[in-house]
């Protein structure tokens, strides 16, 4: 996969769970979802911004933190 596509598919899924995050709580906080995803904000907020190449392991926990499957973390557009 070319850098810009791996670059573009980080911000979608950044975007996502922020999307997400917000659907889920309006009120919810990078702090509130990294707490109950059992990351640490820092962590979450680069992900957010497509700044930290997520792995499995963290989109899973994050998923279920949503408690989405994981796959709508992928999807070009959240469902709402």
């Known amino acids: 996969m070319e850098k810009n596509n791996v670059e573009a598919l980080l911000k979608q899924i950044g975007?996502?769970?922020?999307a997400?995050?917000?659907?889920?709580?309006?009120r919810w906080t990078q702090?509130?979802?990294a707490e109950l995803a059992g990351i640490s904000?820092?962590?979450l907020s680069d992900i957010e911004?497509?700044?930290?190449?997520v792995s499995v392991a963290y989109l899973c926990k994050i998923a279920n933190a949503l408690e989405v499957p994981y796959k709508e973390l992928?999807?070009?557009?959240?469902p709402e």
Do not use: A, F, T, W
Request: proline share 11%; aromatic share 4%.
């Open 15 to 18: 975007s996502n769970i922020k």
């Open 20 to 26: 997400l995050r917000k659907q889920k709580n309006p």
């Open 41 to 43: 904000p820092k962590h």
């Open 49 to 53: 911004r497509g700044k930290y190449n």
């Open 31 to 33: 702090e509130d979802l």
């Open 74 to 78: 992928l999807v070009d557009q959240p």
